[in-house]
């Protein structure tokens, strides 16, 4: 790291070095300081795809530090109705469709740069950090990452969106790789007095066959002067989703001396899947908030601004599997030895069978309903600028965000199937094995005790994650009037506490009821939920269409209860907060961020650039929940899992982060950037404060598999070196080459660690077991990413164009794992048209596979994966348009992988989804 420090101090001396050589070449006075304000990003409305294409560009070209622009269309048009869609097309940028390991669901709502994970990628809305919230339990109580869940932010909210891929002392710390600026409108940027601005349509989703409304509206108004205006905008947006898919949940291996390779001595040690299952995921989501904003002009030198947004998501959701259970069948190798004429390739038993054998059980079904899941986030914050003298001007920010990620109720019954059945399976690598629960009638419950009965009923409950962050800053510059290359000073304060917690986790078990009133201990008389009399009555089936673009032979016309059903199922419970508390799930992290910063702006005839060191101090204090004896003084013994208690860990880090850019025009046509930067983020907020997750094993005498966290892991720092040369060669066109290396030290990987924990289930009933369980923590690496860039953007004539950008990324760390989120190649190609009256795009967007993370002890990859999107849009006045989106249009697979590609994890499929609105504006 001592090597990569002083080529980055290299990189800035030679930076100041030519600037200096620059001033003494060229000593004409610099421009007065009302031309040297940062240009305004929402000061000009522009309409269509030539105009934002040259916006975006000029915005681009204008700018000293590495940036990619995009700008909206039109009031509320962004070029797709996804805007972390949009950002996909920006060389560099990739998008995923999951936060953890919980597949894709149907929109992508994730972001991140230059082959990293999306947790070093920072997410702003006007400069300032958002808190956020997931609807996705996984994402609340597994894996929580620092990045922004794109699908609270409706593309109608955006004017444009800044890609900072370069660092300046002035940007607020948090984006390790890079930053998203999102940028909202300003009230006194509008051109008339009085305006209405909104769109109302409907989206048809083709998987699910809904139809559900999608309406915005925005208002503006200021007065005569303009110095006084408010803007107030409102969005409701509901759409269905469904999602086929086959999970194969982890790989075990057959133990070395185990019966099974005693048996078959060539199996030893090799792996097999966990569970291999057809899984149906249906949600309906509606998406409801605004903003409104109001700026205020009192006097020539002084500009104030208040801003308030809130975005909410109900976002009920079912998820049922039907699953062969490999590990109840096998059992680590005290199980049943499949038939012969098994196959094993690259130490995985890829095919196999298994005779029936009315004693064992070979399969397994969950059906899990999250009524009432729901996401949210709002911010309030008030700003100004003030111009003390003609040379000084301060400005001042400060504001609150909140978000909510909320499960309050989980119902679920997981059901014994393939009683005796026998079963078997065959996989195909990276897509949709084969497999079988053998004379099991899937389509039908059949009789209970005989065909299936009751296992479990589990489930978190109370779910309210809480994310929340307050800051303030105040910044200056002077502008100095005098011969020297240097322009200005920027200099400024920042503060900002930022709380992330989960104080409950309510983990559900079964009980009874005596008198309809829910009494665990099940007294003589009571009604039991493993009573078959208590089972829920009559079913459903599965779409006949399920999962029909998979191909393989597998279960698909499988029977399930309805979400009410399950609802009334669930009366017997056990839900009681205090004696359910499930400790190891809650946590609390509280991190206190102060900065100061000192930026000089230099400039001369042909160049630009800026150096400056930004100072942050972080104060962690991190709450874990840990198991302990009775006998320890701090002990909380009201909780069925054990006794507990809290552990506070406490640690301040001081960090020195500096920063240098220089633009340079070569010509008028052709521009050098040279960058250099250290920057920095935190840890995520699961590999911080230690929420521990855990899924029991199968077998008694088995391992479970869990994750963990890691309260001491200091924060993340990049040290990045950029290069990129730019060729303006026309109007509306760009060739540009570019390279980049980011090296960073405390680099969170994951590892693998063994801990008992206190289990209660069907395997092991109150008051249950200590079990051993194999759990992925978080741990201090080293990483580095390499790659480059090369885009291309043009026109042909005056109504058409084109642009295609490729990104290679190659991503190492010191362990000799692959890197979160590295995808080596990504590309993008796109035509467009445009006239006076109709427009039309074609997009196609390409990402290399990547490392996903650890998910039940095993690897966990995404598959490459392709998109076809197009728009299209008919001008039939100057105040009225008819748009269509469609998405998803080569209908992708979303596939997963293990270790290798011979052991396939996951494959799912959402379908396309078309979006017709009316645009209108008055």
């Known amino acids: 790291m001592k090597v990569r420090k002083s080529v980055l101090s290299a990189s800035i001396v030679m930076a100041l070095g030519f600037a200096a050589n620059a001033a003494a070449q060229d000593t004409a006075a610099p421009a007065p300081p009302a031309t040297q304000e940062a240009k305004d990003l929402d000061a000009v409305i522009v309409k269509g795809i030539r105009g934002a294409i040259a916006e975006s560009l000029e915005t681009k070209r204008d700018e000293v530090s590495r940036v990619e622009v995009i700008t909206s269309e039109d009031i509320g048009k962004m070029p797709d109705k996804n805007v972390a869609d949009s950002l996909s097309r920006v060389p560099g940028v990739t998008i995923s469709a999951a936060s953890a390991n919980e597949g894709a669901f149907d929109e992508n709502d994730r972001v991140s740069m230059r082959g990293t994970s999306p947790s070093l990628t920072q997410t702003l809305i006007d400069g300032h950090n958002v808190a956020s919230g997931d609807w996705f339990v996984l994402n609340q109580t597994g894996t929580v990452g620092r990045s922004v869940s794109y699908s609270l932010l409706p593309a109608e909210l955006v004017d444009s969106v800044v890609v900072r891929k370069s660092s300046e002392a002035k940007l607020v710390e948090g984006g390790a790789t890079g930053s998203v600026d999102i940028i909202t409108r300003n009230p006194l940027n509008f051109d008339t007095g009085f305006s209405v601005f909104g769109s109302v349509g409907v989206v048809y989703a083709e998987q699910p066959d809904e139809i559900d409304p999608q309406i ?220 079988n629960l053998g004379s099991a009638n899937t389509s039908v419950p059949g009789t209970p005790l005989v065909d299936y009965k009751l296992d479990w009923i589990f489930g978190f409950q109370d779910i309210d994650v809480v994310d929340e962050e307050d800051w303030g800053q105040i910044d200056g510059q002077w502008f100095l009037d005098n011969a020297s290359p240097l322009d200005s000073i920027e200099f400024g304060v920042r503060d900002a506490k930022h709380k992330r917690n989960l104080d409950q986790v309510t983990a559900q078990g079964p009980a009874c009821l005596v008198n309809g009133q829910v009494d665990p201990s099940c007294p003589p008389g009571s009604q039991s939920p493993f009573d078959p009399a208590n089972f829920p009555q009559g079913f459903q089936n599965y779409p006949s269409d399920f999962a029909d673009g998979f191909g393989g032979n597998f279960p698909r016309n499988i029977w399930f209860h309805s979400m009410e059903q399950l609802a009334e199922f669930n009366r017997f419970t056990n839900r009681d907060p205090q004696a359910r508390f499930f400790f190891p799930g809650a946590y609390g992290l509280e991190e206190r961020n102060s900065a100061g910063y000192m930026q000089l702006n230099f400039s001369g005839e042909q160049w630009n650039g800026n150096f400056g060191v930004r100072y942050v101090q972080t104060k962690e204090e991190v709450t874990n929940y840990v198991n302990t004896t009775a006998a320890d003084p701090a002990a909380i013994t009201t909780s069925l899992f054990g006794p507990y208690k809290t552990v506070l860990t406490t640690n301040t880090y001081r960090t020195f982060l500096p920063s240098a850019n220089l633009k340079v025009d070569l010509t008028d046509e052709l521009v050098l950037r040279l960058a250099a930067s250290e920057t920095m983020t935190l840890p995520d907020f699961s590999a911080l404060a230690g929420s521990v997750s855990l899924l029991p094993p199968a077998t008694l005498g088995g391992v479970g598999s869990g994750t963990g966290g890691n309260p001491n892991l200091k924060p993340i720092l990049s040290t990045n070196l950029d290069a990129t040369v730019e060729w303006y060669y026309a109007e509306r066109s760009l060739f540009s080459v570019g390279a980049f290396s980011m090296d960073i030290d405390n680099y969170v990987a994951l590892d693998r660690v063994r801990q008992e924990f206190l289990t209660i289930d069907s395997l092991h009933p109150a008051p249950g077991a200590f079990v051993p369980y194999d759990l992925v923590v978080p741990v201090s690496s080293h990483a580095e990413v390499n790659g480059f860039e090369v885009a291309w953007e043009g026109t042909f004539g005056e109504y058409f164009g084109a642009f295609a950008n490729y990104t290679y990324a190659r991503g190492n760390t010191d362990d000799g794992q692959p890197m979160l989120g590295t995808s080596e190649n990504t590309y993008n190609v796109g035509v467009w048209f445009e006239n006076e009256m109709f427009n039309a795009r074609l997009n196609y967007n390409y990402r290399d596979k990547f490392f996903s993370g650890l998910d039940r002890a095993s690897a966990f990859w995404q598959d490459d994966i392709d998109n076809v999107s197009a728009s299209f849009g008919w001008k039939i006045s100057d105040n009225y348009a008819l748009t269509l989106d469609a998405m998803n249009l080569n209908n992708p697979k979303t596939k997963y992988f293990a270790e290798t590609e011979t052991r396939p994890r996951s494959i799912y499929e959402n379908g396309r989804q078309y979006y017709l609105n009316f645009r209108f504006n008055f």
């Open 216 to 435: 915005s509206v925005l208002g503006n108004w200021k007065n005569d002067d303009g110095s006084f205006g408010v803007t107030v905008q409102a969005f409701s947006e509901k759409r269905h989703l469904r999602r086929d898919g086959q999970e194969l949940l982890g790989y075990e291996q057959i133990a070395e001396g185990s019966a099974i390779a005693t048996s078959n001595p060539d199996l030893a040690g090799v792996f097999y899947p966990v569970l291999i299952g057809s899984a149906l995921f249906e949600q309906e989501r509606e998406r409801k908030g605004g903003m409104i904003s109001a700026q205020w002009k009192p006097t020539d030198t002084v500009e104030l601004e208040a801003n308030y947004f809130r975005s909410d998501m109900d976002a009920d959701n079912y998820n049922r599997n039907y699953m062969l259970w490999g590990s109840r069948i096998l059992g680590q190798g005290s199980g049943q030895a499949p038939d012969p004429g098994y196959v094993v390739r690259d130490n995985t038993l890829v095919q196999a069978n298994f005779t029936a054998d009315p004693t064992r059980q070979y399969g397994i079904y969950d059906e899990i309903s999250r009524p009432g899941a729901e996401s949210s986030t709002e911010f309030f914050s008030v700003g100004g600028k003030w111009d003390a003298t003609e040379s000084l001007r301060f400005s001042a920010q400060a504001g609150t965000s909140e978000g909510h990620g909320k499960t309050p109720t989980q119902d679920v019954a997981e059901w014994d199937t393939g009683l005796g059945t026998g079963g078997g399976y065959l996989l195909h690598g990276v897509g949709a094995a084969d497999w």
